[in-house]
């Protein structure tokens, strides 16, 4: 089946490590996409990326790093810069051009820092 | 950005309609409407999109006012498993820059009485 794969689905971070969360797509998508969730909150844009090799800074980049050496593949660098305790951290695909097309989401992977 | 304000959180009971509303008033000619959900720890899931006719799919309707500056989301019957956080998102700008910053507010979290 198509879909987006997120790993790991739990993952405890310590304080000053980096950590690394993948995220796998098979939709031939050209556009991905992180979100990050804090508890009871909406989404926010940590990265996105409309092409390989190139990706934009969202509204909460600080204490991140990206990648997109390949189409199907995006992960995201959480640095020890980031100090958020704990959150949902979402990734998401789509066609370019998604005034009308939908986004499609992972099921997601939570960060604890310890 | 265009933006979207909806109610904190509604309740319905099982087998009864639900009228979700939201209300974008500063929406752009060309912006898209898009409804997503968020079930229980799990990633946001699509529902439905419209532009300016009202629209059905199989797990919902969207109604659009004239002036398109509000809309509502419409689950005919709802059941327990609709119990979910409901976001009403625009496309964010023109062009596809702006179109990659869907901006996810905190949505209006529906409850379902068996």
Redesign the interface.
């Known amino acids: 089946d198509g879909g987006i794969t997120q790993s790991p689905k739990y993952l405890f971070r310590k304080e000053g490590q980096n950590v690394t969360l993948s995220c796998e797509q098979n939709l031939n998508h050209d556009a991905m996409y992180w979100y990050r969730q804090d508890p009871g909150q909406g989404l926010r844009l940590i990265y996105y990326s409309q092409i390989v090799n190139d990706f934009q800074k969202g509204d909460i980049a600080e204490g991140y790093s990206v990648s997109r050496e390949k189409k199907e593949s995006f992960p995201l660098t959480v640095t020890s810069a980031q100090k958020n305790p704990t959150a949902l951290n979402l990734c998401a695909s789509s066609i370019l051009g998604i005034s009308r097309n939908t986004i499609y989401f992972g099921e997601g992977s939570w960060l604890t820092v310890v | 950005d265009a933006k979207t304000t909806q109610p904190n959180s509604m309740e319905s009971n099982e087998e009864e309609p639900v009228h979700l509303p939201c209300n974008h008033s500063t929406i752009s000619g060309?912006?898209?409407i898009?409804w997503?959900r968020q079930l229980p720890?799990?990633?946001?899931?699509?529902v439905i999109?419209g532009?300016t006719s009202n629209v059905n799919n199989r797990m919902a309707s969207l109604a659009i006012a004239e002036d398109r500056k509000s809309s509502t989301l419409i689950l005919h019957r709802a059941t327990l498993r609709d119990a979910a956080v409901y976001?009403c998102i625009l496309?964010a700008g023109a062009g596809?820059?702006g179109?990659?910053?869907?901006v996810?507010?905190?949505?209006t979290r529906l409850t379902i009485n068996p």
């Not at chain 2, 720890?41 to 699509?46: A, I, L």
């Not at chain 2, 179109?99 to 869907?102: E, R, V, W």
């Not at chain 2, 996810?104 to 949505?107: M, R, T, Y």
């Open positions: 060309t912006d898209y898009h997503y720890s799990q990633g946001p899931e699509y999109h532009l976001y496309r596809i820059q179109a990659q910053k869907l996810f507010g905190q949505g």
